[in-house]
């Protein structure tokens, strides 16, 4: 095992990384939790699996506190996406520009009129499908969200996000057939993630049906 591979797959080696470093192991998930939401380029940190393999664990003779968790790590989705926010904000427009063959300012013109639509409701189902959840928030700064509307969204999806896999994974974690099949739950969590964004394309879709009819 080399330090790459722990840090991309960290979710598989909880238990060893908790008999090593003991409390150590809730200011690790902190920071992994906080960069894979926090900055554009560490978008390949666990995210989903990560909660839901430390829920699970902490069903098992104390090897985690699940509200020790649950308050650090939802500090932790709050805090990087804010990060994120603000990293877009004052550094993003300076990429932009009418030279540039990839980022044009009328990307940035055109994200910022997204945002005005449907910023908050983007920002929450982005919460839930890996690697959206990451350029979400820097878009949102780029565009000029408005901060109140962005902070509230982001709380919501913040606090939602790691409800749902982290207790997932305490209730359901340890149950045989799903410890025995993580790599397959792991899976099932990716897909189960992406249905709030089907959802949401399948409405929009619809809408836009609907306004050429009329």
């Known amino acids: 095992m080399n330090i790459l591979d722990l840090v991309l797959h960290l979710d598989r080696y909880l238990n060893l990384m908790i008999e090593k470093l003991g409390f150590w192991s809730y200011i690790i998930l902190f920071f992994v939790i906080f960069m894979e939401t926090g900055f554009v380029v ?6 989903d699996s990560l ?3 430390a829920g699970a664990l902490a069903t098992e003779g104390g090897a985690f506190n699940i509200f020790i968790l649950f ?3 939802s500090l932790a989705a709050f805090l ?3 990060c994120n926010y603000w990293i877009g904000h004052f550094i993003g427009p300076k990429a932009f520009t009418s030279k540039s063959k ?3 300012k009328a990307y940035l013109d055109k994200a910022q009129r997204f945002y005005e639509k449907h910023g908050g409701k983007a920002i929450l189902l982005a919460r839930f499908v890996p690697i959206v959840r990451t350029f979400a928030p820097f878009v949102a700064g780029i565009g000029k969200m408005e901060y109140k509307k962005f902070l509230a969204y982001n709380l919501a999806g913040g606090l939602a996000w790691v409800s749902l ?3 997932a994974g305490y209730f359901f974690g340890n149950i045989p057939i799903i410890k025995e ?3 397959l739950v792991a899976i099932a969590i990716v897909l189960i993630s992406l249905v709030p964004i089907v959802i949401e394309l399948i409405k929009s879709k619809r809408e836009q049906k609907y306004n050429k009819e009329k």
């Open 165 to 167: 896999f982290l207790f």
């Open 42 to 47: 560490t978008p390949f940190l666990p995210g």
């Open 71 to 73: 308050g650090s790590l």
């Open 80 to 82: 990087g996406d804010t």
């Open 181 to 183: 099949n993580f790599h």
């Open 51 to 53: 909660l839901f393999a």
């Open 102 to 104: 990839f980022l044009k």
